[in-house]
């Protein structure tokens, strides 16, 4: 289903959060679940996947994430504040120590000049410290399928990154 580079990231991922006794959140928008997908693809991930979110409209991130409508108006979904309170949300309304957010324009269609098809925003939170933000400008000419992939790869390295 996934890349070996997506398969083994998630594994060494299970692995040391298993180590580190830390538990995951994601907040999924445009990657739809894929994050989750790949976290949950590998045996004994149960043990440190609290739960993934998808939160793919607007009043899902409101609904679910805790997310202000007025954030969301003045700055769009795919935007910094949004994914940083993303991954915030996600971790206050989760069981888990170490959470990714992400957001984007994945295409091919509902690109903007200000908000190109292949822009993402990516955030990592862990309780008791800062959001951290990352964003991509990935060639629209990846199309969806790779745009949303190449995705899960950071986030997952992001992960990583977040629990050391």
């Known amino acids: 289903m996934f890349s070996l580079e997506i398969e083994t990231n998630a594994r060494l991922l299970v692995d040391e959060a298993r180590e580190r006794s830390l538990r995951i959140v994601a907040a999924e928008s445009c990657t739809g679940g894929l994050v989750s997908a790949a976290i949950t693809a590998v045996s004994g991930s149960s043990d440190v996947f609290d739960r993934g979110l998808i939160t793919y409209s607007n009043r899902a991130k409101q609904d679910l ?6 954030l969301i108006a003045d700055y769009g979904a795919v935007s910094e504040p949004v994914v940083r309170m993303m991954a ?3 971790l206050e309304n989760s069981n888990a120590h ?6 984007g324009v994945a295409g091919p269609t509902g690109g ?5 098809v292949g822009l993402v925003h990516f955030a ?7 959001v951290m933000h990352r964003v991509e400008r ?7 399928e ?5 995705a899960v790869q950071i986030a997952l390295e992001m992960l990583r990154d977040r629990m050391r």
């Open 124 to 130: 990592t939170c862990r309780a008791n410290q800062s």
């Open 112 to 116: 903007t000049e200000m908000k190109p």
């Open 88 to 90: 915030e949300g996600a």
């Open 138 to 144: 990935f060639d629209s000419d990846l199309g969806r």
């Open 146 to 150: 790779q745009i949303q992939l190449a």
């Open 65 to 70: 994430l805790g997310i202000a409508g007025d």
């Open 98 to 103: 170490v959470s990714v957010a992400i957001t």
